[in-house]
């Protein structure tokens, strides 16, 4: 497998964040995110007509941006890569609207790029030697998922949530409380000191599963608030709530990588951004014997980043989507049949 040289400037808008970012020269050069989160907070959630109308505005003066970053002009480039599915139909439109005006403007290849595989291969720009296969631990606002990276490009899907994802029980459980939007950074940091013991909350199904389930501790949570009214500790709710989702996500992930005897295990999305659970699937793994990595936080939340890189590995494969794909709110992980060539 080769990686195209580039430069190649990604475009993500899949959801609340307008992302550009520029590889060139095997390496990321820049990644500039603007993020919507204080135009969302007002409501408590993303409002998509909002997330559309702030990516317009949002996207030339990001793009010019990320390639000023990298030192570079329109001119340089020699593709584009964008998120096209899953996430906001009204928000992927807008990125993918100014990829395709760039790839038509200047006649470069463009690449269509599934927002999960982006999340997928943020493990590998800055760890290019990760084994293969690696079990990738895929946890974001919308996605909860165990994928095996048999390679670039060939993803195995092996569990995921039957109801909300990670990210969702976060928010769900912050908005619960009281701690504001988006809730995993708020109840991380809120959860510091905080005795994760001290409520007892649902970690979803018991047993021998794959798959995950978040429906039943936001139900939980909305019990305790009502239980304990003014008596709530907040600290220690965020510690528990915290620790009831960070313990079912690593300690079902460590037990696959056992079960399959794999030797490599990433954490992606923006879920991977929570430390608790960084240091606990790091702990897991390291008692398996196995490898256990995680991005740099700026390549867990959304970024465009990790979808240069994946638009590197498609274009370098020499595929090139042209100018009349669409753009989908839902749809599965790609897989090339292929090994990857050339
Ligand atoms: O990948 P991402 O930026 O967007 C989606 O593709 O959904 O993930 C956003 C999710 C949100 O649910 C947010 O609460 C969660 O990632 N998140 C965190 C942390 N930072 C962001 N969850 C737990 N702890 C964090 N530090
Ligand atoms: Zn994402």
Known sequence: ??????PILGIE???????????????????????QIALHSQWGGVVPEAAARAHVESVVPVLEAALSEAGLSVGDLKGVAVTNRPGLVGAINVGVTAAKTLASFHGLPICAVHHIEGHLLSAFIEHRELPMPTLALVVSGGHTELVLVRAFGRYEVLGETLDDAA?????????????????????????????????????????????????????????????????LDLTDAAASVQHAIVSVLADRTARTAE???????????????????????????????????????????????????????????????????????????PSVTSPASG
């Open 1 to 6: 497998m080769s990686l195209h040289p580039g």
């Open 13 to 35: 808008t899949s959801c609340d964040e307008t992302s550009a970012a520029v590889w060139a020269d095997g390496e990321i050069r820049s990644n500039v995110v603007a993020s």
């Open 167 to 231: 990210g969702e029980a976060f928010d769900k459980s912050a908005r619960l409380l009281g701690l504001g939007y988006p809730g995993g950074r708020a109840i991380q940091k809120r959860a510091t000191g905080g005795n994760p013991e001290r409520y007892r909350l649902p970690q979803g199904l018991e047993g021998d599963t794959r798959n995950f389930s978040f429906s039943g501790l936001k139900t939980a949570v909305m019990r305790l608030v009502d239980q304990e009214g003014d008596s």
């Open 259 to 333: 079960d399959l005897n794999v030797r490599s295990v990433a954490l992606v999305g923006g879920v991977a951004a929570n430390q608790a659970l960084r240091d606990r699937l790091a702990m897991r793994c390291a008692r398996l014997g196995a490898a256990f990595s995680a991005p740099a936080m700026e390549y867990c939340t959304d970024n465009a980043a990790m979808i240069a890189f994946a638009g590197a590995f498609r274009l370098g494969r020499g595929e090139d989507d042209g100018l009349e794909f669409d753009v989908h709110s839902n749809a599965e992980l």
